[in-house]
């Protein structure tokens, strides 16, 4: 018997068909030893009495795709083993690596799948055992096998520049083609399967100065003769690319800083061809008579030159230098100049590059020339004497004004101005002799005593004219004081340790060595705890805060007394008080307000302040809800032309003559009861009161004819259905007065009317009691026999 197994690789299946069912069997390698595998003759044949060797195991690798993203396990393979007749006594049983994890194995086809994804890079390959034993028995029938399930690569990673990015450099004015840098990206796919890991290099950006090779990533110079000077530095953008740069490859960037270092290719040039200087013709030996420089476009060493006197006239009387950190040329004086011998020198100067590159001797000389013209200006001499001074002789008993002896002195000015001489009084403190101002002669001023004084010892100065003016000499008799008024602001919000101002100081006299100035905190508030003074040592001083928290309710204004003292003698001293203001400030503190504050009541805590503020803001909206409600009552329920203007009294104050009020009614009819009128009947409104008196106008008695009761109830019945067909009456119930007496009645007017759509229970049989001037009413009102429709 032996096995047999099948995986996606064509020849595992075609070796499947070779091996025999039976009797013959396959050989093959096996992975781990490479060696022809036998069984043990002793393994006894479970399936018949025969013994003989059992047959080889034949493996192959087994392989996997990477990252498979399918919903359904992968298969990979299938094991079978002759002994199985597909009668289900059989079992395949899987280990080794993933065995239970990864890979699964149907027990009765031999089945082999991977159930995850998985990742070349993370392993590539797993190392399997198979296992063919009885289902009931778990006797092996076939010997254990190893196998591996090698896991194929895909193209899922990009190439990487682990050193990127790069900072290379390569001399300016390089030829073409040379070699700036070797860049190399790396691929984490498999390099022994496929184009995956196959990386091609290109430039993205950087064309046309440089290129790199596609295969080896060597970035080279496209371009000769690149100048520094122009452009020193250069980002070049390299990507590498797998696939061998076909479509569909992953690719990745990095960048490459490429400087073109210095070659000394720049000759130095003198901005100026002629250089003209003017020095004292009183200027030290060894001092600098001036400087110059020749521009050179290199740096570094390539730029350094030395400088050389080539000709000129007066040799000897200067030497020029180089100085190493600016590279000028320093022209120095070797000799006293003298103006009246000569007034000016003429040199020719060389700058020369210190270090010259042989690759660049073609660009020219490395070399330039200079002219430097020196003028000597003149300076005023002291006189000076034609003959030393010698032993003069006189007598002790000579006259006063005897001459002695003279003296002589020249200026070598050319200007040859006139001398002046004098005595040193400090050596003829008696004044025994005086010397005349324009000649020089010396004589006696004074009687003489030879054993009073034997030898006199006299210095005569020599002084030109130009020398005679005598300055005023300053001596310190002024203290510094502040250079101006300061205006100091102190944010509220300041730290400690902040400067607030820099003060500077200001002395009228004139020292030589000029001013220092010493700052420092009067007495009174040196140990203050607010501020502090710091000396800068440049004639100036700094304000310094010693705590936070100023507040400009607690104090708006500080005074701070300072001391400056000079550096006189004898030094000088003034108290200068600066005033420092307390401001609020904002963030970048720039103040907003300064100055006192309202003072603010702090008995109240914050819970109180608030308490008090919401009974306030309470009350005065009870307030306003109060007003609001009482305009609301004031205002009408409906509009102004909507009013309802029932129940409305129109009167009437006519006593006669009211003719011109032809509106309201008609005074005709109220003056002329015979008068039969035909009242109007309104057109578009159909009146609805109902008549009481049921007859035609021809039928109708007349007023004269009937008792006064009945005239005067059929003359308001009457005046009623006018107003109610009248379209120029008053609407709804309106009350009309008219000054009707009746006929022939003596009484003033009396009208009392009731509607008639009103039902009156009150008894007015009280009115008969009135006398005669209430008959009317209680005929009207009253219960008698003839009842009316009032009744």
Same mark, same amino acid.
Not at 240 to 251: E, H, P, R, T, W
């Given at each position: 018997?032996?096995?047999?197994?099948?995986?996606?690789?064509?020849?595992?299946?075609?070796?499947?068909?070779?091996?025999?069912?039976?009797?013959?069997?396959?050989?093959?390698?096996?992975?781990?030893?490479?060696?022809?595998?036998?069984?043990?003759?002793?393994?006894?044949?479970?399936?018949?009495?025969?013994?003989?060797?059992?047959?080889?195991?034949?493996?192959?690798?087994?392989?996997?795709?990477?990252?498979?993203?399918?919903?359904?396990?992968?298969?990979?393979?299938?094991?079978?083993?002759?002994?199985?007749?597909?009668?289900?006594?059989?079992?395949?049983?899987?280990?080794?690596?993933?065995?239970?994890?990864?890979?699964?194995?149907?027990?009765?086809?031999?089945?082999?799948?991977?159930?995850?994804?998985?990742?070349?890079?993370?392993?590539?390959?797993?190392?399997?055992?198979?296992?063919?034993?009885?289902?009931?028995?778990?006797?092996?029938?076939?010997?254990?096998?190893?196998?591996?399930?090698?896991?194929?690569?895909?193209?899922?990673?990009?190439?990487?520049?682990?050193?990127?990015?790069?900072?290379?450099?390569?001399?300016?004015?390089?030829?073409?083609?040379?070699?700036?840098?070797?860049?190399?990206?790396?691929?984490?796919?498999? *390099?022994?399967?496929?184009?995956?890991?196959?990386?091609?290099?290109?430039?993205?950006?950087?064309?046309?100065?440089?290129?790199?090779?596609?295969?080896?990533?060597?970035?080279?110079?496209?371009?000769?003769?690149?100048?520094?000077?122009?452009?020193?530095?250069?980002?070049?953008?390299?990507?590498?690319?797998?696939?061998?740069?076909?479509?569909?490859?992953?690719?990745?960037?990095?960048?490459?800083?490429?400087?073109?270092?210095?070659?000394?290719?720049?000759?130095?040039?003198?901005?100026?061809?002629?250089?003209?200087?003017?020095?004292?013709?009183?200027?030290?030996?060894?001092?600098?008579?001036?400087?110059?420089?020749?521009?050179?476009?290199?740096?570094?060493?390539?730029?350094?030159?030395?400088?050389?006197?080539?000709?000129?006239?007066?040799?000897?009387?200067?030497?020029?230098?180089?100085?190493?950190?600016?590279?000028?040329?320093?022209?120095?004086?070797?000799?006293?100049?003298?103006?009246?011998?000569?007034?000016?020198?003429?040199?020719?100067?060389?700058?020369?590059?210190?270090?010259?590159?042989?690759?660049?001797?073609?660009?020219?000389?490395?070399?330039?020339?200079?002219?430097?013209?020196?003028?000597?200006?003149?300076?005023?001499?002291? *006189?000076?004497?034609?003959?030393?001074?010698?032993?003069?002789?006189?007598?002790?008993?000579?006259?006063?004004?005897?001459?002695?002896?003279?003296?002589?002195?020249?200026?070598?000015?050319?200007?040859?101005?006139?001398?002046?001489?004098?005595?040193?009084?400090?050596?003829?403190?008696?004044?025994?002799?005086?010397?005349?101002?324009?000649?020089?002669?010396?004589?006696?001023?004074?009687?003489?005593?030879?054993?009073?004084?034997?030898?006199?010892?006299?210095?005569?100065?020599?002084?030109?004219?130009?020398?005679?003016?005598?300055?005023?000499?300053?001596?310190?008799?002024?203290?510094?004081?502040?250079?101006?008024?300061?205006?100091?602001?102190?944010?509220?919000?300041?730290?400690?340790?902040?400067?607030?101002?820099?003060?500077?100081?200001?002395?009228?006299?004139?020292?030589?060595?000029?001013?220092?100035?010493?700052?420092?905190?009067?007495?009174?508030?040196?140990?203050?705890?607010?501020?502090?003074?710091?000396?800068?040592?440049?004639?100036?001083?700094?304000?310094?805060?010693?705590?936070?928290?100023?507040?400009?309710?607690?104090?708006?204004?500080?005074?701070?007394?300072?001391?400056?003292?000079?550096?006189?003698?004898?030094?000088?001293?003034?108290?200068?008080?600066?005033?420092?203001?307390?401001?609020?400030?904002?963030?970048?503190?720039?103040?907003?307000?300064?100055?006192?504050?309202?003072?603010?009541?702090?008995?109240?805590?914050?819970?109180?302040?608030?308490?008090?503020?919401?009974?306030?803001?309470?009350?005065?909206?009870?307030?306003?809800?109060?007003?609001?409600?009482?305009?609301?009552?004031?205002?009408?329920?409906?509009?102004?032309?909507?009013?309802?203007?029932?129940?409305?009294?129109?009167?009437?104050?006519?006593?006669?003559?009211?003719?011109?009020?032809?509106?309201?009614?008609?005074?005709?009819?109220?003056?002329?009861?015979?008068?039969?009128?035909?009242?109007?009947?309104?057109?578009?409104?159909? *009146?609805?009161?109902?008549?009481?008196?049921?007859?035609?106008?021809?039928?109708?008695?007349?007023?004269?004819?009937?008792?006064?009761?009945?005239?005067?109830?059929?003359?308001?019945?009457?005046?009623?259905?006018?107003?109610?067909?009248?379209?120029?009456?008053?609407?709804?119930?309106?009350?009309?007065?008219?000054?009707?007496?009746?006929?022939?009645?003596?009484?003033?007017?009396?009208?009392?009317?009731?509607?008639?759509?009103?039902?009156?229970?009150?008894?007015?049989?009280?009115?008969?009691?009135?006398? *005669?001037?209430?008959?009317?009413?209680?005929?009207?009102?009253?219960?008698?026999?003839?009842?009316?429709?009032?009744?």
């Amino acid at each position: 018997m032996g096995w047999c197994c099948s995986g996606i690789c064509g020849a595992l299946a075609l070796l499947a068909l070779l091996c025999p069912l039976r009797e013959r069997g396959c050989w093959g390698l096996n992975p781990s030893s490479g060696d022809v595998e036998k069984s043990p003759h002793s393994d006894p044949d479970p399936w018949g009495a025969l013994h003989r060797h059992k047959r080889s195991w034949v493996w192959n690798q087994f392989f996997v795709l990477e990252e498979f993203t399918g919903n359904e396990p992968l298969y990979v393979g299938k094991l079978h083993s002759d002994v199985d007749k597909g009668d289900g006594k059989v079992k395949y049983v899987l280990s080794g690596e993933g065995s239970t994890s990864i890979f699964t194995i149907d027990e009765n086809t031999g089945d082999i799948h991977a159930t995850k994804r998985l990742d070349r890079e993370a392993q590539a390959y797993y190392t399997l055992q198979a296992q063919a034993v009885d289902r009931v028995t778990n006797i092996p029938v076939e010997p254990r096998s190893e196998f591996v399930v090698k896991v194929q690569d895909i193209n899922d990673n990009e190439p990487k520049f682990l050193d990127g990015p790069y900072l290379a450099g390569v001399p300016e004015m390089s030829p073409l083609g040379t070699m700036v840098v070797q860049v190399a990206a790396t691929d984490a796919d498999d *390099p022994t399967y496929g184009n995956s890991a196959r990386v091609v290099y290109s430039i993205i950006h950087g064309q046309p100065y440089f290129s790199v090779e596609p295969k080896t990533g060597v970035i080279r110079t496209a371009l000769p003769n690149m100048d520094r000077e122009t452009r020193d530095q250069y980002v070049l953008v390299i990507q590498a690319k797998d696939m061998v740069g076909q479509m569909g490859g992953l690719s990745g960037t990095t960048s490459v800083t490429v400087t073109l270092t210095d070659v000394n290719d720049n000759p130095p040039r003198f901005t100026h061809k002629n250089y003209q200087y003017t020095v004292p013709e009183s200027l030290p030996v060894q001092s600098v008579v001036a400087k110059i420089r020749a521009a050179d476009e290199d740096i570094g060493s390539n730029a350094e030159m030395d400088y050389r006197i080539m000709d000129g006239d007066g040799p000897g009387m200067f030497n020029i230098t180089t100085d190493e950190n600016t590279q000028d040329g320093v022209i120095i004086l070797l000799k006293p100049l003298d103006f009246e011998t000569k007034s000016s020198f003429f040199l020719r100067i060389e700058a020369t590059n210190r270090n010259i590159d042989s690759n660049f001797l073609s660009a020219g000389p490395f070399s330039d020339t200079t002219s430097v013209r020196v003028t000597v200006d003149d300076v005023n001499e002291p *006189p000076v004497f034609s003959t030393p001074l010698g032993k003069m002789v006189v007598s002790e008993d000579a006259r006063v004004g005897t001459s002695i002896g003279r003296v002589s002195a020249h200026d070598p000015d050319t200007s040859n101005n006139a001398i002046r001489y004098s005595i040193d009084r400090n050596t003829d403190l008696e004044r025994f002799f005086n010397v005349d101002a324009l000649s020089g002669v010396i004589s006696t001023a004074k009687p003489l005593d030879r054993e009073a004084n034997l030898i006199h010892n006299l210095t005569v100065f020599a002084i030109d004219s130009r020398n005679q003016s005598l300055p005023v000499t300053d001596i310190n008799d002024n203290a510094p004081v502040f250079a101006i008024d300061y205006e100091t602001i102190l944010c509220e919000n300041a730290m400690p340790g902040q400067v607030i101002q820099t003060v500077s100081a200001v002395d009228k006299d004139e020292l030589l060595s000029g001013h220092r100035f010493y700052f420092a905190l009067a007495a009174p508030v040196a140990g203050n705890l607010n501020f502090t003074l710091r000396d800068n040592k440049d004639n100036t001083a700094s304000v310094l805060t010693k705590r936070g928290g100023f507040r400009r309710r607690e104090q708006p204004v500080y005074r701070l007394p300072v001391l400056i003292v000079d550096s006189g003698s004898p030094a000088l001293s003034s108290t200068n008080t600066l005033f420092v203001r307390v401001c609020d400030c904002d963030s970048d503190s720039v103040a907003l307000s300064c100055g006192a504050v309202a003072y603010t009541a702090t008995g109240l805590s914050t819970g109180a302040l608030v308490a008090i503020l919401g009974c306030i803001i309470t009350l005065l909206v009870m307030v306003l809800l109060i007003v609001t409600m009482r305009r609301r009552r004031k205002e009408p329920l409906i509009l102004e032309e909507e009013r309802d203007i029932r129940e409305n009294i129109v009167r009437y104050d006519d006593e006669g003559g009211g003719e011109e009020d032809t509106e309201a009614f008609d005074m005709v009819t109220l003056r002329n009861l015979n008068v039969i009128r035909d009242p109007g009947v309104r057109r578009d409104v159909t *009146p609805d009161t109902p008549t009481f008196f049921h007859y035609s106008s021809s039928a109708r008695p007349a007023y004269k004819s009937l008792p006064d009761n009945v005239v005067f109830r059929e003359f308001i019945w009457e005046r009623l259905k006018d107003a109610d067909v009248d379209p120029s009456a008053p609407p709804y119930d309106s009350l009309q007065t008219y000054a009707f007496e009746g006929s022939g009645s003596v009484a003033e007017s009396l009208s009392s009317l009731e509607s008639l759509s009103t039902d009156s229970d009150q008894n007015y049989d009280y009115l008969s009691n009135w006398g *005669p001037r209430f008959k009317k009413l209680a005929d009207m009102y009253g219960n008698s026999d003839g009842a009316t429709v009032f009744s």
